[in-house]
């Protein structure tokens, strides 16, 4: 009878590794996103725009963990996916005011629980070109559930202004 029971555990958590899994990688990326838009708005909050501001020139200062590049240019997501990060305009702005985080090949089923984790933090998020969050406004569920539902993998935008 124990053996059965021992058995029993061991499958229901063998099957709720995935999950398990899914959910360490989510948590850690929320803190990790969090951290790059502190970074970033702290070494930009007293310079003028943003248009000179370099992904390269971000990964030599540290803003991004050092496990996302692995030769000073590139950085890569903890899901594999290319991540760039570039100077954008909110608000109409003629100078670069805010930036862009780009992150490709986002497994869909963190696709929400991540963006609901940091969506306080951006100003616009579009997931596959679609925004589920404009202009700092609420978070659109139905746009989130519908976006990040729609493919396998995703691509995830956030814009936070500096």
């Not at 899994?21 to 970074?39: G, R, Y």
């Not at 869909?108 to 998020?125: A, D, K």
């Not at 202009?135 to 493919?151: E, F, R, S």
């Amino acid at each position: 009878m124990n053996i059965v029971a021992i058995s029993g555990f061991l499958l229901i958590g063998v099957s709720q590794a995935p999950t398990i899994i899914s959910d360490i990688k989510t948590n850690l990326e929320v803190s990790e996103l969090t951290e790059v838009v502190v970074n970033i708005q702290k070494l930009t909050a007293y310079g003028a725009s943003l248009d000179s501001v370099t992904q390269k020139q971000l990964i030599g200062l540290k803003v991004f963990p050092e496990d996302r590049s692995e030769d000073g240019t590139t950085l890569k997501s903890r899901w594999g996916g290319d991540i760039t990060a570039t100077p954008a305009a909110v608000g109409g702005s003629t100078v670069s005011n805010a930036m862009d985080l780009t992150y490709l090949d986002v497994p869909q089923r963190e696709c929400i629980n991540v963006i609901q984790g940091v969506e306080s933090r951006f100003y616009n998020i579009t997931v596959d070109g679609a925004l589920v969050k404009t202009d700092g406004g609420q978070l659109d569920l139905t746009a989130l559930d519908t976006a990040c539902n729609a493919a396998d993998e995703v691509q995830i935008v956030y814009q936070f202004k500096k």
